[in-house]
């Protein structure tokens, strides 16, 4: 092994990382057991605050696949006045404390002209899906977004070139050569948001307490019943979201990606 | 066929044009200039990629603020530009989800048969070669039928060993496919070749236009002569011409020397500076009233001679052989 300091250290830094990461997820999975956790999903609050935080956790990627995406892509293409600062101010709700966020949103949506406009259209935000999809998509939408921008980079604007040439329209040379080659920096970051989105309990919980989203109803067992109760929904829900999401990545990946991003070595 | 008025564009600091130019129909015409000269910057202009200012006609439509998707002018890239999450068919069909293309599956046997493509059609295009990739891209532009066929450096990325196999086919498909070729390359044996007409390109301005021979043979200017690689360019003072500006240029292999002044109409007395052997001839570098001349003597010849360094003797150089510009 030509290599072999190096390689080492490597190894032996990155295992810290891995098992940092790694134990807690094991030791609960082990402390709950499987039978408890196939148990605890049976009951009707667990599974409904599962469904619903997946569920809204959903529609709040599909806005912004919608919105976001365009965005991305405008980015991405094009230069424009104020656009670093575009690019930074979508970045700052990775960066504000999630309670702050919150109250933010409800400053925001449920007071002053929004807010009126808002309950014009009978859109309310507290204790509502609706407020936990916006506390979610606040919070978890750089995810897709910078995911889709680097995705859009990748593609080689002479593709767009070549296919309008061919007689594609703008918006047909988006979806048949723009979107297929960048879809896995799209899927991964519509994976990274939604699994943000799930896990989020900050700003959720100032908006909407109830319905109770997994990660308010893990709080709220903690609070009342202590670890013993709440450990068994903590574990469901990682459970579950860790099937979708290794399954979405699985097929992501089988599915290959067109753009090479360059030869891995091998270890020697 | 093809007519383009004062076409101009800025980009940062890089200024094309103003250009105007016209092309017949069913011709091969290539632009041959230096990279970073604008010649990809002109083709992606024609085509719609670029905005310009002035004027674009297409057999008298016009096409300035067309779209390219509505202009029917083809693209190859240098690079191919394959759409990778394709195969190598659906490359090539592309076109016609978009396009009415008549007889679609004539056409494409057609040219998998002329750019001999067959046994790559259901691959995967990351798998192909340069030579394959270039056939493909070629093939991919002309299913879409175009008016246009826009060519950008083609043969740059292709093997040396096939670039000839692929320039007879190019030479063959203005006619066989009713296109018009524009061909853009640095190279002057590839345009030399193909070309029926030459446009040479420097720094974002075209300075000579004209049949192939003509232009390879008499640039019209000091920039166009240096660019095509002459040798011996002078001030046409030397001739004993009071031109200022005017210059003339002699083909190293054309250059005489001889120790008897012979009434010839441009012999100069020289001294020889510098000698160079070389497999089959000499390098000869003589210096005529302080300017050096370059020659290319056969052996033979330079043995007949005994040409040695400091000797002086008489150079000699016939009329008919000066190029002037």
Same mark, same amino acid.
């Given at each position: 092994?030509?290599?072999?300091?190096?390689?080492?250290?490597?190894?032996?830094?990155? @295992?810290?990382?891995?098992?940092?990461?790694?134990?807690?997820?094991?030791?609960?999975?082990?402390?709950?057991?499987?039978?408890?956790?196939?148990?605890?999903?049976?009951?009707?609050?667990?599974?409904?605050?599962?469904?619903?935080?997946?569920?809204?956790?959903?529609?709040?990627?599909?806005?912004?696949? =919608?919105?976001?995406?365009?965005?991305?892509?405008?980015?991405?293409?094009?230069?424009?006045?104020?656009?670093?600062?575009?690019?930074?101010?979508?970045?700052?709700?990775?960066?504000?404390?999630?309670?702050?966020?919150?109250?933010?949103?409800?400053?925001?949506?449920?007071?002053?002209?929004?807010?009126?406009?808002? *309950?014009?259209?009978?859109?309310?935000?507290?204790?509502?899906? +609706?407020?936990?999809?916006?506390? /979610?998509?606040?919070?978890?939408?750089?995810?897709?977004? &910078?995911?889709?921008?680097?995705?859009?980079?990748?593609?080689?604007?002479?593709?767009?070139?070549?296919?309008?040439?061919?007689?594609?329209?703008?918006?047909? +040379?988006?979806?048949?050569?723009?979107?297929?080659?960048?879809?896995?920096?799209?899927?991964?970051?519509?994976?990274?948001?939604?699994?943000?989105?799930?896990?989020?309990?900050?700003?959720?919980?100032?908006?909407?307490?109830?319905?109770?989203?997994?990660?308010?109803?893990?709080?709220?067992?903690?609070?009342?019943?202590?670890?013993?109760?709440?450990?068994?929904?903590?574990?469901?829900?990682?459970?579950?979201?860790? =099937?979708?999401?290794?399954?979405?990545?699985?097929?992501?990946?089988?599915?290959?990606?067109?753009?090479? +991003?360059?030869?891995?070595?091998?270890?020697? | 066929?093809? *007519?383009?008025?004062?076409?101009?564009?800025?980009?940062? @600091?890089?200024?094309?044009?103003?250009?105007?130019?016209?092309?017949?129909?069913?011709?091969?015409?290539?632009?041959?200039?230096?990279?970073?000269?604008?010649?990809?910057?002109?083709?992606? @202009?024609?085509?719609? =990629?670029?905005?310009?200012?002035?004027?674009?006609?297409?057999?008298?439509?016009? /096409?300035?603020?067309?779209?390219?998707?509505?202009?029917?002018?083809?693209?190859?890239?240098?690079?191919?530009?394959?759409?990778?999450?394709?195969?190598?068919?659906?490359?090539?069909?592309?076109?016609? #989800?978009?396009?009415?293309?008549?007889?679609?599956?004539?056409?494409?046997?057609?040219?998998?048969?002329?750019?001999?493509?067959?046994? =790559?059609?259901?691959?995967?295009?990351?798998?192909?070669?340069?030579?394959?990739?270039?056939?493909?891209?070629?093939?991919?532009?002309?299913?879409?039928?175009?008016?246009?066929?826009?060519?950008?450096?083609?043969?740059?990325?292709?093997?040396?060993?096939?670039?000839?196999?692929?320039?007879?086919?190019?030479?063959?498909?203005?006619?066989?496919?009713?296109?018009?070729?524009?061909?853009?390359?640095?190279?002057?044996?590839?345009?030399?070749?193909?070309?029926?007409?030459?446009?040479? /390109?420097?720094?974002?301005?075209?300075?000579?236009?004209? *049949?192939?021979?003509?232009?390879?043979? &008499?640039?019209?200017?000091?920039?166009?002569?240096?660019?095509?690689?002459?040798?011996?360019?002078?001030?046409?003072?030397?001739?004993?011409?009071?031109?200022?500006?005017?210059?003339?240029?002699?083909?190293?292999?054309?250059?005489?020397?001889?120790?008897?002044?012979?009434?010839?109409?441009?012999?100069?007395?020289?001294?020889?500076?510098?000698?160079?052997?070389? +497999?089959?001839?000499?390098?000869?570098?003589? #210096?005529?009233?302080?300017?050096?001349?370059?020659?290319?003597?056969?052996?033979?010849?330079?043995?007949?001679?005994?040409?040695?360094?400091?000797?002086?003797?008489?150079?000699?150089?016939?009329?008919?052989?000066?190029?002037?510009?």
């Amino acid at each position: 092994m030509r290599d072999r300091g190096f390689i080492l250290i490597f190894v032996f830094l990155s @295992s810290i990382i891995v098992l940092f990461l790694m134990v807690p997820l094991l030791k609960l999975f082990a402390s709950v057991g499987l039978f408890d956790i196939v148990k605890t999903l049976q009951e009707r609050d667990v599974y409904e605050s599962i469904f619903l935080t997946l569920k809204v956790a959903l529609y709040g990627v599909i806005f912004v696949c =919608i919105t976001g995406i365009p965005l991305a892509y405008l980015i991405a293409r094009y230069e424009f006045w104020g656009k670093s600062l575009l690019e930074s101010m979508l970045d700052i709700p990775v960066m504000v404390p999630h309670t702050a966020a919150g109250i933010a949103l409800l400053v925001a949506f449920e007071n002053g002209y929004m807010g009126q406009i808002f *309950k014009y259209f009978h859109i309310d935000f507290i204790d509502t899906a +609706t407020g936990i999809m916006s506390a /979610m998509v606040f919070l978890s939408a750089p995810f897709l977004i &910078n995911g889709a921008k680097e995705g859009f980079k990748k593609v080689d604007v002479k593709y767009e070139r070549v296919a309008r040439t061919l007689g594609a329209s703008r918006m047909s +040379t988006f979806f048949s050569i723009v979107l297929p080659n960048s879809k896995n920096d799209i899927i991964n970051g519509a994976l990274m948001m939604w699994s943000r989105a799930l896990g989020e309990f900050g700003a959720v919980v100032i908006i909407a307490y109830h319905p109770m989203v997994a990660p308010v109803l893990i709080y709220d067992r903690f609070n009342n019943f202590g670890l013993k109760y709440s450990a068994p929904v903590a574990a469901s829900m990682i459970f579950v979201s860790m =099937i979708i999401f290794l399954t979405v990545r699985y097929i992501n990946n089988k599915k290959g990606s067109h753009i090479r +991003t360059g030869e891995l070595a091998t270890f020697e | 066929m093809l *007519k383009v008025k004062n076409l101009f564009l800025k980009k940062g @600091s890089f200024v094309l044009g103003k250009l105007s130019f016209a092309i017949e129909k069913n011709s091969y015409f290539v632009i041959l200039g230096k990279t970073g000269s604008g010649k990809t910057m002109l083709l992606e @202009s024609l085509a719609g =990629i670029q905005n310009i200012e002035g004027e674009i006609y297409c057999s008298d439509e016009r /096409m300035t603020l067309l779209p390219p998707e509505k202009r029917n002018f083809g693209f190859v890239y240098q690079d191919f530009v394959l759409f990778p999450n394709m195969n190598v068919r659906e490359n090539i069909t592309f076109s016609k #989800k978009y396009k009415k293309i008549e007889n679609k599956e004539t056409l494409l046997k057609d040219l998998v048969d002329f750019l001999h493509i067959e046994s =790559i059609l259901d691959r995967d295009v990351e798998t192909l070669s340069g030579g394959e990739k270039q056939r493909v891209a070629i093939a991919r532009a002309i299913f879409s039928r175009p008016r246009l066929l826009l060519l950008d450096e083609p043969l740059s990325a292709v093997d040396p060993t096939f670039r000839n196999a692929i320039m007879k086919s190019l030479k063959d498909i203005a006619k066989r496919y009713d296109t018009t070729i524009i061909h853009v390359t640095h190279n002057f044996r590839e345009a030399s070749y193909l070309a029926d007409k030459i446009a040479v /390109m420097l720094d974002g301005r075209i300075l000579q236009i004209g *049949k192939s021979n003509d232009v390879l043979n &008499n640039p019209s200017t000091l920039e166009v002569a240096k660019f095509l690689g002459f040798k011996n360019i002078f001030d046409n003072s030397l001739l004993g011409f009071n031109q200022p500006g005017k210059y003339f240029s002699i083909d190293p292999n054309k250059i005489l020397f001889s120790y008897d002044n012979i009434d010839k109409e441009y012999c100069f007395k020289c001294k020889i500076d510098r000698v160079m052997g070389i +497999t089959d001839h000499y390098k000869v570098f003589a #210096k005529v009233q302080n300017k050096t001349f370059f020659a290319k003597v056969p052996k033979n010849m330079f043995n007949k001679l005994k040409l040695e360094e400091g000797k002086e003797c008489f150079l000699y150089i016939d009329k008919k052989d000066i190029v002037f510009m």
